[in-house]
């Protein structure tokens, strides 16, 4: 197996590093730190900080990607998918990039945008499963799917910084069994 180059150790310490200890509070040199390599190295793969932000925010994102699909199980009910989607989302104890960089770098027009985008394709995904089970009677059909799945990402995102708080991944998991109930057609 050949070793990781010094960009992708670069890019796997800032997530590490930004995830653990926030964007503002991480440093360059933090980063290179943490990758093991000089801090020149940095400046050689990355334009600025933001740069690499924007990079690890690609990562996480990609990553998240097998909990995304979750959603597209043939075969699967619609609640059941978007329960296993919430599960697969996960507790951990940093919480999600994803809201952690929107709560941090919301004031960032690159970072607002590219959130906002990812945003946009999350709800896309959870709305089209939601649509499925409105189609066949299993979820509820009083509200747009796409108002539905807003609801889901946003409560997601804050049960998972609650959970942060609380080091506790009882939070999601009260979560997921409040939004089975609230999605069950009547």
Same mark, same amino acid.
């Given at each position: 197996?050949?070793?990781?180059?010094?960009?992708?150790?670069?890019? $796997?310490?800032?997530?590490? =590093?930004?995830?653990?200890?926030?964007?503002?509070?991480?440093?360059?040199?933090?980063? =290179?730190?943490?990758?093991?390599?000089?801090?020149?190295?940095?400046?050689?793969?990355?334009?600025?900080?933001?740069?690499?932000?924007?990079?690890? &925010? @690609?990562?996480?994102?990609?990553?998240?990607?097998?909990?995304?699909?979750?959603?597209?199980?043939?075969?699967?009910?619609?609640?059941?998918? /978007?329960?296993?989607? &919430?599960?697969?989302?996960?507790?951990?104890?940093?919480?999600?990039? /994803?809201?952690?960089?929107?709560?941090?770098?919301?004031?960032?027009? @690159?970072?607002? $945008?590219?959130?906002?985008?990812?945003?946009?394709?999350?709800? $896309?995904?959870?709305?089209?499963? /939601?649509?499925?089970?409105? @189609?066949?009677?299993?979820?509820?059909?009083?509200?747009?799917?796409?108002?539905?799945?807003?609801?889901?990402?946003?409560?997601? @995102?804050?049960?998972? &910084?609650?959970?942060?708080?609380?080091?506790?991944?009882?939070? &999601?998991?009260?979560?997921?069994? $409040?939004?089975?109930?609230?999605?069950?057609?009547?």
């Amino acid at each position: 197996m050949p070793k990781p180059n010094h960009r992708e150790k670069i890019l $796997s310490a800032g997530l590490a =590093v930004f995830h653990k200890q926030g964007f503002h509070a991480t440093g360059v040199q933090d980063v =290179v730190d943490h990758a093991g390599v000089p801090k020149g190295s940095f400046y050689n793969h990355f334009k600025s900080k933001d740069a690499l932000g924007l990079e690890v &925010l @690609e990562s996480y994102w990609t990553a998240g990607g097998s909990a995304r699909t979750e959603l597209q199980m043939d075969g699967v009910a619609p609640l059941e998918r /978007i329960d296993r989607h &919430l599960a697969a989302a996960g507790y951990d104890k940093n919480g999600c990039l /994803i809201g952690n960089f929107s709560s941090e770098l919301a004031g960032s027009d @690159e970072f607002r $945008s590219r959130l906002s985008e990812l945003y946009k394709v999350w709800v $896309s995904e959870v709305a089209a499963c /939601i649509r499925e089970g409105q @189609e066949d009677g299993t979820l509820r059909r009083d509200d747009r799917a796409e108002n539905l799945a807003e609801f889901i990402i946003e409560g997601l @995102e804050g049960a998972k &910084l609650k959970a942060k708080v609380e080091r506790d991944p009882a939070v &999601l998991k009260r979560y997921r069994n $409040s939004i089975r109930l609230f999605l069950q057609s009547p």
